[in-house]
């Protein structure tokens, strides 16, 4: 714990000092001069921010080699609008060879996140989020040893964390950096609506500055494929409200995005406070809740609802989690379904915050249909 306190109260200039010595001994031990840079499962806008900056600040700022790898599809159409529109480059971590790399930088995520797969032998050098730190589970295999960690809940998105490393290091992001950065913290704060800190707001104003803004505007309003429309009929047929919360599970879904797009939509009803949408996509069940403006506690409440199944991670208005379903099939699938309403209205009805009672009859049990 000692170590962790002292962490927090680091300068912005001694973390950079830090993360610098920490690659340059990694570059000496391992005789290599590249970093490997991963973040979660189907990165969002402030896990490709942080990672294009992270590229920058290794290349320009410690003059080191970095490759920015990804695992799994980008599925939103904003999220691959912004790779299209800024010309980002991953590699592809699955199909890669992880031998010519002194380590990893991991942004955006932690080692112990369901939702990140850290390849196996090679040292996790640096640690940069803002999420929650899971609660141990004494049953799972412990994570790798990270050498630095800057985890940091308060801020609200890791770009803007990334973002003073750079400027830290004195180096100005180029307009692909920034226009990264900035979607980045434009995603994970709604335009600083919520959770932000001076480092967030220094970083949205500096980085919209310097970014090519009519690129932002075509990664904001992207056209959209024909699966995006017959999704949302489907979710629209199948939400419910219960009280001050927007409940829809979906069944099998197109992508597993399109979980977290119907909860981005739905929280927008008049008087809700909470979109929990689920779907399965591949064998697991995906889960996404949002919160409105003003409330928090996303990441517990969710926690709550998972019961300990599955993995999850989120901070502020914004969770998400992915449970394995035991036996992929249509009544598997409604059992699930079916026990996870169950749950959730029960808990709802506990914390009062629901015009339902604790024991609801099978009609309140359905909700109001929105559509
Ligand atoms: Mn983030």
């Known amino acids: 714990m000692e170590n962790e306190d002292s962490q927090i109260e680091l300068t912005a200039s001694e973390r950079v000092a830090a993360l610098r010595k920490t690659l340059a001994e990694a570059s000496a031990k391992s005789g290599s001069e590249r970093v490997l840079i991963l973040t979660h499962r189907s990165p969002d806008p402030d896990a490709m921010g942080a990672a294009v900056g992270m590229k920058l600040l290794i290349e320009e700022g410690f003059n080191m080699a970095a490759t920015i790898a990804t695992v799994g599809r980008i599925h939103r159409a904003e999220n691959q609008a912004m790779v299209r529109e800024l010309d980002l480059r991953f590699s592809d971590s699955e199909k890669m060879d992880h031998s010519k790399f002194m380590g990893l930088v991991l942004v955006d995520t932690q080692p112990s996140f369901g939702h990140t797969t850290i390849p196996g032998d090679l040292p996790v050098l640096a640690v940069i989020d803002h999420h929650e730190p899971p609660a141990m589970d004494v049953d799972a295999d412990a994570p790798p040893p990270v050498h630095l960690e800057d985890i940091r809940v308060g801020v609200g998105a890791t770009s803007s964390m990334v ?209």
């Open 163 to 371: 973002y003073e490393y750079l400027i830290e290091a004195g180096i100005r992001p180029d307009a692909q950096a920034a226009g990264a950065i900035f979607c980045g913290v434009r995603y994970d704060t709604g335009d600083l609506a919520e959770g932000v800190t001076d480092l967030d707001q220094r970083a949205w104003f500096d980085c919209f500055r310097r970014a090519d803004q009519a690129a932002l505007q075509r990664i904001q309003r992207p056209s959209l494929p024909p699966e995006y429309f017959s999704q949302l009929a489907i979710a629209l047929r199948s939400a419910r409200q219960h009280g001050h919360m927007v409940l829809a599970l979906l069944g099998e879904v197109v992508n597993p995005e399109a979980v977290s797009e119907m909860a981005d939509f739905f929280v927008r009803l008049e008087d809700c406070r909470w979109s929990l949408v689920g779907g399965c996509y591949e064998g697991d069940y995906y889960l996404s809740l949002r919160t409105s403006v003003g409330e928090s506690g996303a990441y517990n409440l969710l926690g709550v609802i998972l019961k300990g199944k599955g993995s999850f991670g989120g901070h502020g208005r914004i969770a998400g989690g992915r449970m394995p379903l035991e036996d992929p099939i249509d009544t598997s699938l409604r059992d699930v379904e079916r026990e996870l309403r169950e749950r959730v209205l029960t808990i709802l009805g506990r914390s009062g915050d629901s015009s339902e009672s604790n024991e609801p009859d099978s009609e309140t049990r359905l909700g109001r249909p929105l559509a």
